[in-house]
């Protein structure tokens, strides 16, 4: 059985075919500038060229007649007809507080979709152009809508609520949400597997680290609380985003430099967190490993306030449950950066955390880095959203 994966952005469309016999990607690609000239599909199989076209898609549905195309081609293509492709899941941001879990996509999806535009105003509307698309398409085939809050549905009004005037809440829902939402499912899931931990003994904390980061706690894998909220922009020190910061922060800028609220949601969303810190030197952990290496403090600032706000974060969840039987570290940070896993970690002493040097070193593949007498296991595990979504569909086509 084979399923196409989409994740469409509002100029851009990621795609993979995945196998689901033995989960293997056949083929995956990136359409960008859609609705832009200069529009461009690389479409990338196993063992052969990159196929590249370089073809006007002014829209999204454009965007997909080139994937299937691309799919069904005499040298690249890996399918000889559409028929093969048995159905499509789809990345959705945001379900509101109407979906818990992914679901098979009807006109009732298509409409909280659109209702939601408000609260994912940048993806939304993209996401809902790319189910249309291969709707359009494809007519006939089964699309499952993953949404990237449904993780994040679990938690208590307690964790959810913000302790603001209960109005804001009725009127609008807001709330944390949380994001990432479909990567701590994953990741969760496979810790617990991968760990074969039994029931009664499934708290795990999941650091999603990578240029947006986020930690999740959840038992049996539902989540009971997520460190992102109403948009990603809450939580941990990211690449360019500030992560938790005092409202008031942005009213003094706006009165101090005559800004608006936008403008200061777009510096704290884009021109923040460890980028801001390091003097606007990189929001790159790898340059910033290098640089603090060579010295540079403010990279060594940055670093260091990244570990603080993820230490912080972990011991709360540590609170929160009453202790922890695993941490699972993935994102690009979180796969390969094995000194700032070290220094994150040597904070859990008093937790009984011990991790082995030796096994920490690993880059990007599933390993247990803990040491057999650590009383919490730590792992390092790849997170695979296309993956995640790809089963979701076939478990509701
Ligand atoms: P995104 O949130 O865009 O999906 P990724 O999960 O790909 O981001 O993570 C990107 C981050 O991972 C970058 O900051 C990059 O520096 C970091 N990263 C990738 N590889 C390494 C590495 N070998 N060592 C340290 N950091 C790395």
């Known amino acids: 059985m084979k399923v196409l994966v989409i994740n469409a952005g509002s100029s851009s469309l990621k795609y ?12 995956k690609g990136l359409c960008e500038r859609i609705g832009i000239p200069g529009s461009k599909l690389t479409h990338k199989v196993p063992g052969i060229e990159d196929f590249v076209v370089e073809k006007d898609m002014p829209t999204h549905q454009t965007a997909i007649e080139l994937v299937l195309e691309a799919l069904l081609d005499a040298e690249h293509g890996v399918v000889k007809s559409v028929d093969e492709i048995d159905a499509v ?13 992914s679901i098979k996509v009807n006109d009732d999806v298509k409409r909280v979709i659109r209702e939601c535009f408000d609260l994912g105003p940048l993806h939304n509307p993209a996401n809902l152009m790319g189910i249309e698309a291969c709707e359009a398409a494809m007519p006939g085939k089964s699309n499952v809508a993953v949404f990237d809050t449904a993780f994040g549905m679990s938690l208590e009004p307690y964790a959810y609520r913000y302790a603001i005037p209960e109005e804001y809440y009725d009127k609008y829902k807001l709330r944390r949400y949380g994001f990432h939402g479909t990567s701590h499912m994953f990741v969760s899931g496979e810790t617990i597997r991968y760990a074969n931990l039994p029931e009664g003994h499934q708290r795990v904390i999941v650091c999603h680290l990578g240029n947006g980061s986020s930690i999740s706690a959840s038992v049996g894998g539902k989540a009971v609380d997520t460190s992102m909220g109403l948009t990603p922009l809450e939580g941990l020190v990211m690449g360019t985003r500030s992560g938790d910061i005092d409202p008031a922060v942005v009213q003094f800028i706006c009165d101090h430099e005559g800004l608006s609220a936008d403008d200061v949601l777009t510096i704290l969303n884009k021109k923040s967190g460890v980028f801001a810190l390091s003097g606007n030197l990189s ?10 290496n060579n010295g540079n403090e403010k990279a060594q600032l940055a670093l260091d306030a990244f570990a603080h706000k993820v230490e912080k974060t972990i011991g709360g969840y540590l609170a929160v449950m009453n202790g922890a039987d695993a941490i699972a570290f993935t994102g690009g940070i979180g796969e390969n950066d094995c000194a700032m896993r070290a220094k994150i970690l040597a904070h859990f002493g008093y937790a009984g955390v011990k991790i082995d040097a030796e096994k920490n070193k690993v880059r ?3 390993c247990e880095i803990s040491t057999p007498d650590s009383a919490i296991r730590v792992f390092v595990l790849p997170t695979n959203e296309e993956l995640a979504i790809a089963r979701e569909t076939v478990r509701l086509r």
């Open 89 to 101: 899941g789809h990345r959705v941001l945001h379900g509101g507080s109407v979906y818990t879990e």
């Open 16 to 27: 993979q075919l995945i196998d689901m016999d033995d989960e293997s990607v056949k083929a």
């Open 283 to 292: 929001s790159d952990f790898r340059d910033l490993s290098e640089a603090a």
């Open 364 to 366: 990007g593949e599933r």
